[in-house]
């Protein structure tokens, strides 16, 4: 017979919490990664926020779950229309082996940006 307990089947971590800025090259056409986060256990992450105030060009943001020791797979991707917003939110989700955010726009910028973001 299979009874029912109140022990919980596996627990799940919350992610810990960070904040940072990455500098995104706004002239580059290729995708840059801002931020990896390693797993090794399940965990999860309230949101990602990124601080967009300085990007001058439209950009696709990119959330990759790692599936094992070294591969990545595309989980989100959101394209985000440069001066509609100051901000950029990725909700809440679980994850077991970590993820990667990334950006990537078309080039033609001027330079580089300071891009503020925060774990949460």
Same mark, same amino acid.
């Given at each position: 017979?299979?009874?029912?307990? $109140?022990?919980?089947?596996? *627990?799940? #971590? #919350?992610?810990? #919490?960070?904040?940072?800025?990455?500098?995104?090259?706004? +002239?580059? @056409?290729?995708?840059?990664?801002?931020?990896?986060?390693?797993?090794?256990?399940? @965990?999860?992450? !309230?949101?990602? &926020?990124?601080?967009?105030?300085?990007? +001058?060009? $439209?950009? +696709?943001?990119?959330? &990759?779950?790692?599936?094992?020791?070294? $591969?990545?797979?595309?989980?989100?991707? +959101?394209?985000?229309?440069?001066?509609?917003?100051?901000?950029?939110?990725?909700?809440?989700?679980?994850? &077991?082996?970590?993820?990667?955010?990334?950006?990537?726009?078309?080039? !033609?910028?001027?330079? *580089?940006?300071?891009?503020? &973001? @925060?774990?949460?």
């Amino acid at each position: 017979m299979i009874g029912l307990t $109140n022990a919980p089947a596996f *627990s799940i #971590e #919350e992610a810990a #919490e960070a904040t940072g800025t990455v500098s995104f090259d706004e +002239t580059a @056409a290729g995708e840059a990664t801002f931020f990896t986060v390693a797993r090794s256990r399940r @965990a999860r992450v !309230g949101s990602i &926020y990124l601080d967009t105030s300085n990007i +001058t060009q $439209n950009t +696709t943001f990119r959330l &990759y779950e790692r599936i094992d020791g070294t $591969n990545y797979r595309l989980v989100v991707e +959101t394209a985000f229309v440069a001066a509609s917003a100051d901000g950029f939110r990725f909700d809440e989700f679980t994850t &077991y082996r970590g993820f990667r955010v990334t950006g990537q726009c078309g080039g !033609g910028g001027g330079g *580089s940006v300071d891009v503020p &973001y @925060a774990i949460v």
